[in-house]
């Protein structure tokens, strides 16, 4: 096979598709093989997903994890794009505030949690201001960043025509900056899966982190723990592959030429 | 052989431009270096001038001064009669391809400076000049669907778009291949010769200058000046074999110093 060619149709899923059959095998093999009384295999973790969905229960823990994110990611794109425009377009105001953000940003959102609590109580509130927390720095930062590398050109040239600075920020800073905003969200929106689990094992009683912390706790149903496990995987693979459509889109194409 | 008085010929004639002893100094880590000094030119309204110069000599300083990006440190830059302290859509300053936006297409690139028009008069325009530099079904077509050689024509489109009076061109063919930029400076001359706008157009290329422009300022090295100013008279379109092109062509080379070998 000539690593040069395109991938035929039937091939693009074909290999995926065998490694994930294999990888299924192995772990279905290895259960065997080691005669552990614990670690579930497939055939158990599929079974116990179904009972799971014949409750209704799985269904409606998958929407409650998707609501948190949406709220607390989209609170934080309402917040943290406007927040980092203006920081990158007014440096001195970046100056003031950078030391801040880049002490905030490393602390993990788990750390956060106790904070959380005291602020808002055990709840939905707490769990979404933990993926708002998040989501926010990597979407200021990229959009620091992203008005910053604006090249001058594209500003100059529309001085030139005589935009006023509202209509340059708008018409030419923005769409310029977009192709680093959207890598940023996609960045964020992947951090804020990843802290949704922690936060439902913690804060409220329901989504797939409290189903996995749930079936440990109540009966040991590991068959439950390993097919949240997985539907996180799974959902979280969607929400990317969704969000990398996004950069099809012909206003923010050329910002991506370089990327796979 | 050519005229070399900074001035224009008549002297009654309407000047569009007028820079006089303009200097210009650029402080940098605490070294002061002069990038322009003294330059006097004075432009005709509807005249194509080539500013000539080796890279890195002060020409495009001294072009971003005209358009008033740069004020000079010392000296004055006149437009009709009035001091340039900024840059106004009355006159466009236009860069390699780069400058055409990436994120529009190409009837969104040149109706970028028409926020101001109703939207017939905007459609009128954009129909007008995407025919004017030969870009006919490209409309929904982003730049980077388009050669170097259609992002340039896109650029110059976009900057024509606003009706002008003046047009400055830094090196605008620079990035394209040699075909290309000949085909791109017979297209300029035409839309030049539709539109008549004053253009300013800086080069590092001799045969450039001498095939596009009414007279070409030949700047020397820095701190730059004009050190001559050469009048092409011969009408387009310019046979590149006559002999008068060849001397005119030759004694831009002789003032830059160079030998006729290579």
Redesign the interface.
């Known amino acids: 096979m000539n690593s040069l060619a395109e991938p035929r149709k039937w091939e693009k899923y074909f290999w995926p598709v065998l490694a994930s059959a294999l990888f299924l095998a192995l772990w279905h093999y290895s259960v065997i093989w080691s005669a552990t009384k614990v670690f579930p295999s497939p055939l158990a973790v599929e079974k116990g997903m179904a009972q799971l969905a014949g409750k209704g229960l799985l269904w409606s823990y998958i929407a409650d994890s998707l609501r948190r994110v949406a709220l607390g990611f989209g609170a934080a794109v309402l917040v943290g794009v406007p927040v980092g425009l203006t920081l990158g377009w007014y440096p001195t105001a970046n100056q003031i505030v950078n030391p801040v953000l880049q002490i905030l940003r490393p602390i993990s959102p788990i750390a956060w949690i106790p904070v959380a609590i005291i602020l808002f109580g055990i709840g939905d509130t707490t769990a979404v201001f933990l993926i708002f927390l998040a989501a926010f720095f990597p979407i200021v930062v990229a959009s620091v960043d992203g008005v910053s590398n604006v090249?001058s050109?594209?500003r100059?040239?529309a001085?030139?025509?005589?935009?006023s600075p509202l209509?340059l920020l708008v018409?030419?800073v923005f769409?310029?900056a977009?192709p680093q905003i959207i890598i940023g969200l996609r960045i964020a929106l992947g951090i804020a899966w990843l802290v949704v689990v922690a936060a439902e094992m913690i804060a409220v009683d329901s989504g797939l982190g409290y189903l996995v912390i749930d079936a440990r706790n109540s009966g040991k149903r590991y068959d439950l723990v390993v097919a949240a496990m997985l539907l996180i995987g799974v959902i979280g693979l969607v929400l990317d592959l969704c969000f990398r459509r996004l950069r099809n889109f012909?206003?923010?194409?050329?910002?991506f030429?370089n990327e796979s | 052989m050519a005229a070399s008085a900074n001035k224009l010929p008549e002297t009654d004639a309407p000047i569009k431009l007028s820079a006089d002893h303009v200097g210009m100094v650029f402080q940098r880590d605490g070294k002061t270096t002069q990038v322009l000094r003294d330059v006097n030119l004075q432009v005709a309204p509807g005249e194509f001038v080539c500013i000539l110069g080796p890279s890195g000599c002060g020409k495009s300083t001294l072009l971003s001064t005209m358009?008033g990006?740069l004020s000079p440190s010392s000296g004055e830059v006149k437009i009709d009669g009035e001091l340039v302290t900024g840059?106004?859509?009355r006159r466009?300053?236009v860069?390699q391809e780069?400058?055409v936006?990436?994120?529009?297409t190409v009837e969104g690139n040149i109706a970028?400076?028409l926020?101001k028009l109703s939207r017939l008069e905007r459609d009128r325009r954009i129909a007008y000049y995407v025919k004017l530099v030969g870009l006919e079904g490209f409309e929904k077509a982003?730049?980077?669907e388009l050669s170097g050689g259609m992002k340039q024509r896109l650029e110059v489109a976009r900057a024509l778009a606003?009706n002008p009076d003046m047009l400055f061109l830094d090196e605008p063919f620079g990035a394209l291949d040699s075909i290309t930029r000949l085909t791109m400076r017979r297209e300029l001359l035409r839309i030049w010769e539709a539109e008549r706008n004053t253009i300013i157009f800086v080069t590092h290329d001799i045969d450039e200058a001498v095939q596009l422009a009414d007279r070409v300022a030949v700047m020397s090295d820095r701190p730059a000046t004009i050190q001559q100013i050469v009048t092409i008279d011969i009408p387009h379109p310019r046979d590149l074999s006559s002999p008068r092109y060849l001397e005119l062509r030759n004694g831009i080379f002789d003032q830059l110093g160079l030998a006729h070998k290579v």
């Open positions: 090249p050109m594209f100059r040239a001085r030139n025509f005589g935009l209509q018409k030419v769409p310029a977009l012909k206003s923010v194409r050329w910002g030429r | 358009a990006f840059p106004s859509p466009i300053f860069f780069r400058g936006f990436p994120w529009l970028f400076g926020f982003y730049p980077s606003v």
